[in-house]
């Protein structure tokens, strides 16, 4: 065995079994940002994006995403959610999207946050794109997990 959870002894590619571990509350906190040209982010900022209220949008968009990432990523599995808050920043230069996911669980809930991330300032881009096609989605990243084996873990800077 080389070690991984989701690579079997024959170099195979599997799920982990997690019907052994305990359920414990799992928070994961993912991050990342939108850059756009200034009259964009204003129209954003408004609310008068060409089809609409651009947030509002991306913050569905991301709840949905997250209930759907054992859908879409091949390993992970299908959790029931207890939360997912979608929370946007204006920045100078863009818009900083902020998800948190919770359950009460035997996995954690990383991945939940970070596909919430994604598809909400991918959704931004969809919105805004009329106005600025070269948005730049960019640092998506884990900043902060609590729960299970491993216990708290936060990113520095975060």
Known sequence: MNGLSHIDSAGTARMVDVG???E???VAIARGVIRMNTAT???VREGNGPKGDVLGTARIAGIMAAKKT???IPLCHPLALDAVNIDFAFTQSGVECTATASLTGRTGVEMEALTAVSVALLTVYDMAKALDKGMVIEGLRLVEKRGGKSGPW?????
């Open 20 to 22: 052994g571990k305990p």
């Open 24 to 26: 414990t509350q799992r």
């Open 41 to 43: 982010l204003q129209a």
């Open 70 to 72: 054992g859908d879409l």
């Open 154 to 158: 936060r990113m520095e800077g975060a």
